[in-house]
T-cell receptor
Framework: KQEVTQIPAALSVPEGENLVLNCSFT??????LQWFRQDPGKGLTSLLL?????REQTSGRLNASLDKSSGRSTLYIAASQPGDSATYLC????????FGAGTRLTVKP | DTGVSQDPRHKITKRGQNVTFRCDPI?????LYWYRQTLGQGPEFLTY????????KSRLLSDRFSAERPKGSFSTLEIQRTEQGDSAMYLC????????????FGQGTRLTVV
């Protein structure tokens, strides 16, 4: 059974810092890994999709990497802003999607 | 708006009542997922459909829960004889299909059982 773990559970940083969120998974047989953002009481917004054959994807200030053999992914956020405050979730897909518990990020002005 | 749509957004019900939620996926997305999320936790997988076929159900989906996708378009999730422990956010997502396709989520239905 696929287990997904996200570290840290919570993170608080001052505005402008670069930061890294971690995601690990136990079964490397995946099609893709997707990072999502969730604001309180809302649904999930897709940030980046990394296919199993890819090593990384970039969108604006976000960069996600994937090391499938070691079961790890990182989400790098450059020059963090207060608007980045949210919970960040990673999900791995084979036939269904399995999620970690998320990292709750607070960026202080 | 061509995103995933869920209805209702909020539902308050008394314990023991039945409730039904609806999800309209993005047009032409043939895969549809249901998840449950409680406060501070990641989404827990409930079930998914490929077109009208329900391909997998979690053990979390007890016999009080049933999901349908009758024509391979919208889906419904019904909870019978609701319990306080059913209080959660119920999320629906859709994607084009298997493999390397991006999944998109709706805004969720917040269920409160009193």
């Amino acid at each position: 059974k696929q287990e997904v773990t996200q570290i840290p559970a919570a993170l608080s940083v001052p505005e402008g810092e670069n930061l890294v969120l971690n995601c690990s998974f136990t079964d490397s047989a995946i099609y893709n890994l997707q990072w999502f953002r969730q604001d309180p009481g809302k649904g999930l917004t897709s940030l980046l999709l990394i296919q199993s054959s890819q090593r990384e994807q970039t969108s604006g200030r976000l960069n996600a990497s994937l090391d499938k053999s070691s079961g790890r992914s990182t989400l790098y956020i450059a020059a963090s802003q207060p608007g980045d405050s949210a919970t960040y979730l990673c999900a791995v897909s084979l036939n269904d999607m399995r999620f970690g518990a998320g990292t709750r990020l607070t960026v202080k002005p | 708006d061509t995103g995933v749509s869920q209805d209702p957004r909020h539902k308050i019900t008394k314990r023991g009542q039945n409730v039904t939620f609806r999800c309209d996926p993005i047009s032409e997305h043939n895969r549809l997922y249901w998840y449950r999320q409680t406060l501070g936790q990641g989404p827990e997988f409930l079930t998914y459909f490929q077109n009208e076929a329900q391909l997998e159900k979690s053990r979390l989906l007890s016999d009080r829960f049933s999901a349908e996708r009758p024509k391979g378009s919208f889906s419904t999730l019904e909870i019978q004889r609701t319990e306080q422990g059913d209080s959660a956010m119920y999320l629906c997502a859709s994607s084009l299909g298997v493999g390397n396709t991006e999944a998109f989520f709706g805004q969720g239905t917040r269920l409160t059982v009193v």
